[in-house]
């Protein structure tokens, strides 16, 4: 199964990728050598193909319903019969044989006619096969060729196509011929999932081969529709960047290939060794820059090693660390802080109705999971490593890496290469971080500086929530004239005091002030951005006119059911979410004694339509607001505001968005008198 990429930087909310991670390894796998032959044009498909299945297993082979089996031996005898077509497949039952069996298949049918303005959702969940002149996306998920499930599939495939046509699946390049206006290229693979992922379209080749740590020579390929052929060269330079970044830090690519291959849908996909993305997805600037590098990586981290799904993905943190992370790490210690503090501030907007343990996210289906199993389990990592250090921590990736390519592991794995590395018990760590719902809720609660013979000393007061976290923590001493110095102390009580020593008379103190630690912000620390009213499924509606159109915004703005409250009610105490016309906006505002819009949005008021921001209420949840001059500058925030989640405030001139910012965090912070 393609997994799904990219969808959060695009600012679209993904759906499952599907039921399917095959409990391979368990079934012996399945040889098969096939070859296909479409039809971009005549959307035409036919195959053949011989599958030799191991002894000792019962078989359920199935096939799209849209494909009929024109022959269909076992051995070399009549074909079985084909249960009634269930949930748009054919089955076939074959019992348990002592030997092995050679089975040979030809099918054909007719493929779905591509509508190239599906949205990446839309293709995630309508797993038909589609093609066209302009391209050609036969996911695994529809079944487009015979698949005998559970098992993983080693599988030699010639793939024929008209001559203008290039076709692509996960796999080693393995020969390729033009005869007849036709082209045949062939792969080989081996791969865990029992079906195949295969695009096609009328791409331009550029094509390098780069030796691997180990000597291997590996092709890389970008496999791009004409119009951005061009970008062909600089995309390869950069998949070698992280090819040589990955290999360094954890071990030898384990593939023979990788490819950039363009769709003309706006997608992301991730495979082994090949990533799918929209012509206009890879135009976008960080495409190249951070996501071609988190979809390489995730050769080692999901591919390489596959995550025992039943027990928790942990290869989406891992590689949200090693690639997003590491590359604000490498741009500076501001950039780092910065989507530390993004990823907090997210933590906070998804409110404690939609926060599950680490353990429990599988796969990303929504934006609140992505809050979870990629930014929290970053952050999870980040802590790991600045507990053990990095030396012990790329040690453990290494080993874990030597032990586990090519097979199934869990977290418990994990944490056993980082014990071994470290030699220390990390499973109080694990434990809190994975089985535990939520964050500690820290609190700088008293301060206060003495002098101390020829030093200074600082007794500091921490409280968390209850039951504490075991918790590393930064307590930053400030200076007149601006110089800082951290002191990392061990929190592992509800209330502690700690005592620091400095030469300097220290000025103030601030915990965590850069965000190292996974916590829940405290109000004042998380200034509110939009992102909470879209993802917190306790947040109430109110609409204040147009509301039609006001409703229409709300639904699409959030990712909950919608809980409606009349304007003339009185304001809940939930998180609110205020939409309407400016006017009404303002009366109802005024009416509850809300805070009215902030002067920053006036700034811009010649050409703005609309304006959107969040406030915190003295008591209670944050105000979301959504006001528009007339209904029809409502409707038009429908597309653009979704993009907007991570800002505290936006106006907007029509679509566009001419100003926008984030409120700054405070954090806690004590001034020191001491004497
Ligand atoms: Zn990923």
Redesign the pocket.
């Known amino acids: 199964m393609p997994?799904a990429?990219l969808g959060a930087l695009l600012g679209l909310v993904l759906a499952a990728p599907g039921p399917i991670h095959a409990a391979a390894g368990d079934a012996a796998p399945v040889r098969a050598d096939i070859e296909v032959r479409f039809d971009p044009a005549t959307r035409e498909l036919s195959g053949r193909g011989t599958w030799v299945v191991a002894a000792g297993h019962a078989w359920r082979v199935t096939l799209g319903e849209r494909f009929e089996v024109q022959r269909f031996l076992v051995d070399g005898g009549p074909d079985p019969v084909a249960t009634a077509p269930a949930e748009g497949l054919r089955a076939w039952r074959l019992p348990a044989a002592p030997r092995q069996r050679r089975i040979e298949i030809t099918w054909r049918g007719r493929l779905e006619a591509l509508d190239a303005s599906l949205d990446h959702r839309a293709v995630l969940t309508n797993a038909a096969p589609v093609t066209a002149p302009r391209g050609t996306f036969l996911p695994a998920a529809a079944r487009w060729h015979p698949v005998f499930e559970g098992a993983g599939l080693a599988y030699r495939i010639v793939i024929d196509v008209p001559d203008g046509q290039r076709a692509i699946v996960p796999g080693t390049p393995a020969g390729e011929r033009i005869a007849d206006g036709r082209r045949l290229q062939a792969y080989t693979f081996e791969q865990p999932e029992p079906a195949i992922d295969l695009m096609a379209g009328p791409y331009r080749v550029t094509e390098r081969s780069h030796t691997a740590a180990d000597g291997r020579k590996i092709a890389l390929r970008a496999l791009l529709h004409p119009e951005i052929a061009d970008r062909g060269d600089g995309d390869l330079d950069a998949v070698e960047r992280y090819l040589r970044l990955y290999e360094d830090w954890i071990g030898p690519y384990p593939y023979e290939a990788f490819s950039v291959v363009s769709s003309p849908t706006p997608t992301g996909f991730?495979m082994p060794t090949l990533t799918y993305l929209g012509v206009d997805v890879l135009r976008l600037p960080f495409i190249r820059d951070t996501s071609l590098g988190?979809e390489v990586l995730?050769n080692w981290w999901?591919n390489g090693v596959r995550p025992d799904y039943a027990r928790g993905n942990w290869s989406?943190g891992l590689?949200?660390f090693m690639a997003d992370y590491a590359y604000r790490e490498q741009a500076g210690a501001e950039a780092a802080r910065e989507m530390r503090l993004a990823w907090l501030r997210d933590f906070v907007a998804l409110g404690s109705a939609a926060d599950r343990p680490l353990s429990a996210f599988t796969s990303r289906t929504h934006g609140a999971e992505q809050v979870v199993g990629y930014h929290k389990a970053a952050m999870v990592f980040l802590m790991l490593r600045d507990a053990i250090g990095n030396e012990a921590f790329d040690r453990a990736l290494r080993a874990f890496w030597r032990e586990h390519r090519g097979g199934v592991a869990s977290w418990s794995d994990l944490r056993a290469a980082f014990e071994t590395a470290s030699k220390q018990d990390l499973r109080p760590f694990f434990a809190q971080w994975l089985d535990r719902t939520g964050a500690p809720s820290l609190r700088l609660a008293a301060a206060s500086a003495v002098r101390d013979g020829s030093r200074w000393r600082v007794d500091v007061e921490l409280t968390q929530s209850s039951p504490a976290y075991r918790l590393r923590v930064p307590l930053a001493l400030q200076f007149d004239g601006g110089a800082d110095d951290t002191h990392w102390v061990n929190f592992d009580g509800e209330r502690q005091r700690f005592t620091l020593h400095t030469d300097r008379r220290p000025a103030a103190v601030t915990l965590d002030p850069k965000a190292y630690v996974f916590r829940r912000l405290a109000p004042g620390e998380a200034p509110p951005i939009l992102r909470q009213a879209m993802l917190d499924p306790a947040t109430v509606t109110v609409l204040a006119g147009a509301a039609t159109t006001g409703e229409a915004l709300a639904t699409r703005f959030t990712e909950h059911p919608l809980q409606l409250r009349a304007a003339t009610a009185p304001p809940p105490s939930q998180p609110l979410l205020l939409v309407g016309l400016a006017s009404e906006v303002d009366r109802y505002l005024a009416r509850h004694g809300l805070p009215r819009r902030p002067p920053e949005l006036d700034a811009t008021a010649g050409t703005a339509t609309a304006w959107v921001w969040t406030t915190e209420r003295r008591a209670g949840a944050p105000l979301t607001v959504v006001a528009a001059r007339d209904e029809s500058a409502l409707a038009a925030l429908a597309r653009p505001l979704p993009h907007y989640g991570r800002q505290s405030w936006l106006v907007f001139d029509g679509t566009t968005a001419i100003a926008r910012g984030v409120w700054p965090s405070r954090p806690q912070r004590i001034a020191l008198a001491g004497g």
């Open positions: 997994r990429a991730g988190h995730h999901g989406e590689t949200t």
